[in-house]
């Protein structure tokens, strides 16, 4: 039964809802959907929105010396036209001693080897970041061609990633292949024309919060991030996660237990701004000292290998609460600790924290090639571990 049940919410999440950006109409239907199931499963259910630019394009053309080259518009890029000089920086120190502003610059080598984080990303900003953004603002060129390669790590298993993907850095952006910008470095000091086809959506999105309990116990939370990438399904990352919190709410929908339980459907860990994140941040300021410790879920249920629990300060009787569960659940081990999720924030905020994903992804994390791509699709999940993470957290949930 509760096989099917997945079965049916895999299929709503994932295709009869194509896709889940945050604000975008499938990220819209999908939280309302989220709420209506929680409300039906007898939970107290408050939703809280926040504004949120969607996104649309139409793609990129750009032309040097009669030759036709292939790129993408950047996620969140502002639109552009223009006809320059084309200049290419490969490095920090090469970028400050370039004259470019007006002209197409081409990013490329070490400068494109890593996703540049947002400007306004609160949760990890390297400084060297920071300088990349503030050098490029001050150098104001026209617009930026990213030859980019391959890094899952920070970017998912996207090949060519965009090396930006900011909706508050406004130097309008393309992104390519590190092969096609081989080809492209070889016409710099020719005249390009650049044109990308896209354009910044004002909306809006909500976050989706499910209580059951007593309002002066600790609070147990249980997060998943049911936002996806532009241009994927998001079954794993992370049309999973929000699953297990749907069975979770039909599993505890008579708890009685001494604890509150918060069942937190983010809306933003996809999302260049994090905006569903920031707005829980702020409404719990103060407040983080009451939660006894967080369960995040993201890319569980992957059909290679066994789930994966991981564990971050979390007290030892509930620890060794958790483990004793764990061994009564075969398709379940204790996996690697990783921080490229939702429980990194509560971590910031002090509190401990169990991770809920895939082996295999955690394994994989620097190299995969399937979360933020169109393969992230329901084939590749194994319904029965939803079900069996699903149960085992229920059972530690009540200990």
């Known amino acids: ?145 990213c030859a980019t390669g391959r890094n899952a790590a920070l970017a998912g298993g996207l090949y060519p990633f965009p090396l930006f993907e900011d909706g508050d850095f406004d130097i309008p952006s393309v992104y390519m292949t590190d092969v096609e910008g081989e080809r492209l470095l070889a016409q710099v000091g020719q005249t390009a024309s650049l044109t990308s086809r896209c354009q910044r959506i004002p909306g809006e999105g909500w976050n989706v919060i499910g209580r059951k309990g007593p309002a002066d116990g600790r609070r147990i939370v249980i997060t998943a991030h049911i936002d996806a990438k532009e241009g994927t399904p998001g079954a794993i990352d992370n049309g999973t996660g929000v699953i297990i919190l749907l069975l979770l709410a039909q599993l505890l929908a008579d708890y009685d237990g001494p604890h509150q339980l918060e069942i937190v459907a983010f809306n933003g860990e996809d999302y260049y701004a994090a905006p569903g994140q920031m707005l829980y941040l702020g409404q719990n300021e103060g407040h983080f000292g009451n939660i006894l410790y967080n369960i995040n879920i993201d890319g569980a249920g992957y059909k290679e290998g066994p789930s994966a629990f991981s564990f971050y300060d979390l007290p030892p009787a509930i620890e060794n609460g958790i483990r004793q569960e764990m061994a009564a659940s075969p398709g379940i081990v204790a996996g690697n600790q990783w921080y490229q999720g939702d429980h990194s924030i509560f971590l910031q905020q002090g509190c401990p924290a169990l991770a809920v994903s895939s082996l295999w992804f955690t394994d994989n994390i620097a190299d995969q090639a399937i979360t933020h791509t169109p393969a992230d699709r329901p084939e590749i999940v194994d319904l029965h571990k939803l079900v069996e993470i699903a149960d085992c957290l229920a059972r530690i949930i009540q200990l």
């Open 1 to 145: 039964m509760l096989e099917q049940l997945c079965r049916d919410y895999l299929t709503q999440l994932c295709i009869t809802i194509p896709e889940r950006p945050v604000g975008s109409d499938g990220n819209r239907r999908a939280t309302a959907f989220f709420a209506a199931e929680m409300a039906r499963f007898g939970w107290q259910v408050q939703q809280d929105s926040f504004p949120a630019i969607g996104w649309a394009e139409e793609g990129a053309t750009l032309k040097v010396a009669g030759q036709d080259f292939a790129a993408r518009p950047s996620p969140y890029s502002l639109s552009c036209q223009v006809t320059a000089e084309l200049v290419a920086a490969a490095s920090i120190a090469e970028l400050a001693m370039l004259t470019c502003a007006g002209k197409l610059l081409l990013l490329h080598g070490a400068l494109a080897a890593e996703q540049i984080m947002p400007k306004n990303f609160v949760f990890y900003n390297p400084a060297e970041h920071q300088q990349l953004i503030a050098l490029l603002e001050a150098k104001s060129p026209a617009a930026l061609i």
